[in-house]
């Protein structure tokens, strides 16, 4: 895969701003990225009118851009060099889009938290308008890369996805996971016991995965696990397993195939993009 050189970091003045200019300090250092681009948008238009008279006496882009530049000097410890771009634009995403095509972004990070603690960006449209990877860290995510899960349906869209951790596998205590979850087909159920179909969809998928890996040029990962969602959606057992496995990180393909044994990429990836998870989730294009 090729390297990452440019990362764009949305801030929108919230709380989670100050563990979004931290995180993305440890995962450019780990990317050996070249240059971040912290970006805020300014909406004049949520400002309610009674304050206009007296905000109109103030220079927002410079107070906002000092205040922001100020935050970052004190929590960016990378290496690499930043600047903080400040505008004024009705739509965010749009925005973003812009700077992402302009700037050569190879990947943004946006704040993953609940709908009522700010306008902040639409995240969900970002995923389907940008071109390059997206990263959605929650407030709580460590900064640590010590257990990576792919999920993965064995598809050729996911081999980016093993493409991009290999980016992240310069310690040896870091671990490689690859996550399918299955379910039985509906259409089987009244014919094949469930105890059997579990055991053939298995064989069948252990068997696809080997085949996967042979022809991958990225390493095999230290661990596989074929996890069957039984009367889960599949969105709602990884819910489950990342709660009790705790991966520090999991990367998603955006797009995938749609057999019987591939239940996971594709549409999924927008719906467990939109969830807020406990760990970062990183979508690769």
């Not at 948008?41 to 220079?59: G, H, P, R, V």
């Not at 972004?105 to 990877?133: F, Q, W, Y």
Request: hydrophobic share 40%.
């Amino acid at each position: 895969m090729d390297r990452i050189k440019n990362i764009l970091v949305a801030l929108d003045l919230s709380a989670l701003d100050n563990h979004l200019i931290e995180y993305s300090a440890f995962l450019a250092e780990k990317l050996n990225v070249e240059h971040v681009y912290f970006v805020h948008n300014i909406k004049k238009y949520e400002i309610s009118a009674l304050f206009e008279e007296e905000l109109s006496k103030l220079n927002l882009d410079q107070l906002i851009g000092d205040e922001l530049n100020d935050k970052i000097e004190e929590r960016f410890t990378g290496s690499m060099s930043w600047e903080v771009l400040i505008s004024e634009d009705s739509n965010t995403e749009s925005l973003i889009h812009y700077i992402v095509n302009k700037y050569q972004i190879d990947l943004t990070i946006v704040g993953n938290k609940p709908a009522k603690e700010g306008t902040g960006v639409v995240t969900s449209k970002l995923l389907r308008l940008l071109k390059c990877s997206i990263l959605s860290v929650p407030e709580a995510a460590p900064l640590k890369l010590d257990n990576l899960w792919v999920g993965t349906d064995f598809s050729n869209p996911s081999k980016k996805s093993f493409a991009f951790a290999e980016n992240l596998r310069h310690q040896p205590s870091t671990q490689l996971s690859a996550v399918h979850i299955y379910h039985v087909p509906m259409q089987f159920s009244p014919y094949v016991s469930s105890e059997d179909a579990v055991k053939k969809i298995e064989k069948h998928l252990e068997q696809k995965s080997a085949k996967f890996f042979k022809k991958s040029t990225s390493p095999a990962p230290d661990h596989s696990q074929l996890l069957f969602a039984k009367d889960k959606s599949v969105g709602d057992k990884f819910q489950i397993e990342l709660q009790k496995q705790k991966p520090d990180l999991l990367i998603l393909s955006d797009k995938g195939s749609n057999n019987i044994s591939s239940l996971l990429i594709g549409s999924l990836t927008e719906e467990l993009f939109d969830e807020l998870f406990s760990c970062p989730l990183l979508v690769v294009k």
